[in-house]
């Protein structure tokens, strides 16, 4: 019997029947993160790792039943061997470790190696098989250093300041925004939008502690944001409420950044290759940790990576997945009301 299969509903375990990550409504749902590609509404009961349970709940509805584990917790169903492990994504962020007849699965979620100084740095789990995504699967993204891209980041702020403008950075309103406001922490006044401060305060009550910050209005005093540093989300890129924010430079925080980003977002000042996500070393490294036997390749640059571990003596292959971007953008519109 596998293990796991790959069906229409989303990546199943078949002794224990429930499914990891589910894009359809299911009975039993264990989820790797609270990103809204990874966590989805709608199925009968949850089980997440004690973090994400308050931002699950904030997502996903306050009444969805949901049960939490710690890391390194056991936990039994149907005979299969449950535990979570990190996976330094974002706050809460796990691997799921799946054993049964001593045969071991880890289904990996999105991860990153770096400790952001946030997250439970990743732990490399040893198994027969693993689930990869691949989002930047391409040997073009490496990552700088932490220290060296938020350095950039404060250098670009202090420019911005002696010219009298307002820094606006663009970034997911879960894990890269909170990144932001503990790197730029006392430079200046910092706001966020509303949709960041709902996912923060869901995050406090998970007990962790965030840097001070106030709250952006759509009808805040121009006076009391101006050379301040802004954080919003990517969806509101281009409406009415980045306008009105007085002499904004605006810089975008995105993996993509580092090789795209002038085409992709012409209308930004400023890009940094910020990402939640394992670069191409990172994913290498990852893998060949687990000693894995068979690797599934999922969502990004899955043919360009699996053809490469393949090359290596490592048997992978491409799985096609509804994973994707962190967040909908729509998804802040709509919570929000926002029009262009």
């Not at 449950?82 to 054993?99: K, M, N, T, Y």
């Not at 932001?180 to 009550?205: F, Q, W």
């Not at 910050?213 to 301040?228: G, R």
Request: proline share 4%; net charge neutral.
């Amino acid at each position: 019997m596998k293990l796991i299969k790959f069906t229409k509903s989303g990546i199943y375990c078949v002794p224990g029947k429930f499914y990891i990550d589910p894009w359809k409504p299911v009975e039993y749902a264990i989820i790797t993160h609270a990103h809204s590609d990874h966590a989805r509404w709608g199925s009968s009961h949850y089980l997440c790792h004690t973090f994400s349970k308050p931002v699950l709940q904030h997502r996903l509805g306050s009444d969805i039943a949901v049960e939490t584990m710690d890391y390194g917790q056991t936990r039994d169903i149907n005979g299969v061997k449950v535990s979570l492990h990190p996976a330094g994504h974002i706050i809460g962020s796990a691997q799921v470790r799946l054993e049964y007849k001593g045969f071991v699965s880890v289904i990996s979620g999105d991860y990153k190696l770096e400790d952001d100084g946030l997250s439970t740095p990743f732990e490399p789990v040893r198994c027969h098989e693993f689930v990869t995504e691949s989002t930047f699967g391409l040997p073009i993204y490496n990552w700088l250093p932490g220290q060296e891209l938020f350095a950039a980041m404060k250098n670009w702020v202090a420019y911005n300041q002696m010219n009298q403008r307002t820094s606006i950075f663009v970034a997911y309103s879960l894990g890269k925004s909170q990144r932001l406001m503990r790197a730029l922490e006392g430079l200046t006044p910092l706001y966020v939008h509303n949709s960041i401060a709902n996912t923060n305060s869901a995050i406090a009550r998970a007990g962790i502690v965030l840097p001070s910050y106030k709250i952006l209005h759509e009808e805040q005093d121009k006076e009391l944001i101006k050379n301040s540093i802004v954080i919003v989300p990517p969806a509101l890129v281009g409406t009415t409420v980045i306008k009105k924010i007085p002499n904004g430079a605006i810089a975008i925080c995105s993996g993509w950044m580092q090789v795209r980003g002038s085409r992709r977002w012409q209308a930004a000042d400023a890009g940094f290759a910020v990402s939640d996500h394992a670069d191409w070393k990172g994913l290498l490294e990852a893998v060949k940790a687990t000693g894995a036997e068979k690797v599934y390749v999922t969502h990004g640059y899955q043919s360009v990576f699996s053809k490469y571990l393949n090359e290596l003596g490592i048997d992978a292959s491409e799985v096609s997945t509804q994973y994707g971007d962190d967040e909908a953008q729509q998804d802040v519109l709509k919570e929000e009301g926002v029009k262009g």
